[in-house]
Structures are given as structure tokens and as C-alpha cells.
């Protein structure tokens, strides 16, 4: 696609139940990230894939959250047994090989209730 | 600990003049810099990368870099309502892949 698709791009939960958020990155972007937002606070990094390399993990919160890149495409971040501490906007981005600055998708607002 | 500090503002600055919005950084073996505009509620918008010391110029914004004193600057011209936003600079070395982000800062146009 022309840019970085997330899904949903709204999400209410209530607490303790599961979640999957789902990024698909611009064609030809070898490298991917999801990083949350919290309301008025910075990117908060969480988790890194390029190619077929072990993903850098040295960002996520707690063993809730997981993350897989199926196929060097389509991602999906898993949080288990949601906390309200979890929400927050969560933002996936993808870089080409050269890594020449990420490109945003737009974004799932999970709210924890 | 790889950092990227940015003064959070908010930094007001009337319509028409220049806005300058500085970074810094920790890491020495940092090797791209970038830009980031966020407008509230959005997802951040890549708008300027540098990769070398000096300046590079896109338009009515400049980017700025002394590897030196580890130091990265935007200056916005003729600055407009429409520039009012969070500025998020960042930075990579090759080494991490990765791209650390400051915390941004709340740049404010006063019309």
C-alpha cells in the first residue's frame, strides 16, 4: 500500500482480556517498530524487526506483550491480560533498507477500561 | 544510555518570524538525524533528514548539524498558525538500527 496501515484504529478493552493490534508497512520496507504513546508524553519504543533477524525485544514492558512478523510483512502486537496502565496510542513504522527515517502509520488508540 | 534532549516549550513565536528548535544527543556514533512534526492527535511526519555537518535547506525549514558539539537544530521561516506543533528530533547510528526520539518540544505560532 502507499503508506503504513494499522488496524483497529480504535480499541476498548476491559481489563484482563486480550488484544491484538495489527501494522502493515509500506511494500519493500525491510525494517518495522512499534512504539506507544502515552497522552502527552514521548515515543516510547517497544520492539524492532528487520528481515529475517532476531527482533530486538529490549523495549517491551512486560512479558504481556509480545510481538511477530509474519513472512518480513504484516505484524501484530499481543497484549495479554490488559492493565489500564496500558493504554495508550500505539504506533507502528517502517524504514526502507537504508533506514533513511521511519514512515508512521496513524496509529491504535487502546483505551483499558 | 543512548539519549536525545529537547527543551519541551512551549516555545512561542509570532506569526512571520523564525522559529529555532534545538536538540542534542549523547551518543557520538550517531550518524542520522531527523526531524519530526507532530500535530495533536496525529502520528509524527518525517520532515527533514541531515546526515552531514552544516545546513540543509527544504523550503521554508533548515536543518542544522555539528557533530562536533553533538547538536542538531530546525529553523522554521516565516513561520505560520499551521506550524504550531510538537517537533520530535531523533537520532541513529547504524550500529542500532534503531532511531532514539526526544521527547519533542510544543512549538506555538501566535497569530
Known amino acids: 500500500g502507499a503508506g503504513v496501515s494499522q488496524s483497529p484504529s480504535n480499541k476498548v478493552t476491559e481489563k484482563g482480556k486480550d488484544v491484538e493490534l495489527r501494522c502493515d508497512p509500506i511494500?519493500?520496507?525491510?525494517?518495522l517498530y512499534w512504539y506507544r504513546q502515552s497522552l502527552g508524553q514521548g515515543l516510547e519504543f517497544l520492539i524492532y524487526?528487520?528481515?529475517?533477524?532476531?527482533?530486538?525485544k529490549s523495549g517491551l514492558p512486560s512479558d504481556r506483550f509480545s510481538a511477530e512478523r509474519t513472512g518480513g510483512s504484516v505484524s501484530t502486537l499481543t497484549i495479554q491480560r490488559t492493565q489500564q496502565e496500558d493504554s495508550a496510542v500505539y504506533l507502528c513504522?517502517?524504514?526502507?533498507?537504508?533506514?533513511?527515517?521511519?514512515?508512521f502509520g496513524s496509529g491504535t488508540r487502546l483505551t483499558v477500561v | 544510555q543512548k539519549e536525545v534532549e529537547q527543551n519541551s516549550g512551549p516555545l512561542s513565536v509570532p506569526e512571520g518570524a523564525i522559529a529555532s528548535l534545538n536538540c542534542t544527543y549523547s551518543?557520538?556514533?550517531?550518524?542520522?538525524f531527523f526531524w519530526y512534526r507532530q500535530y495533536s492527535g496525529k502520528s509524527p511526519e518525517l520532515i527533514m533528514s541531515i546526515y552531514s555537518n552544516g545546513d540543509k535547506e527544504d523550503g521554508r525549514f533548515t536543518a542544522q548539524l555539528n557533530k562536533a558539539s553533538q547538536y542538531v537544530s530546525l529553523l522554521i521561516r516565516d513561520s505560520q498558525p499551521s506550524d504550531s506543533a510538537t517537533y520530535l528530533c531523533a537520532v541513529n547510528d547504524f550500529r542500532d538500527d534503531k532511531i532514539i526520539f526526544g521527547k519533542g518540544t510544543r512549538l506555538h505560532i501566535l497569530p
Open positions: 551518543d557520538r556514533g550517531s550518524q542520522s
Open positions: 513504522a517502517s524504514s526502507p533498507p537504508d533506514l533513511g527515517g521511519y514512515t
Open positions: 511494500s519493500g520496507h525491510t525494517a
Open positions: 524487526f528487520q528481515g529475517n533477524s532476531a527482533p530486538d
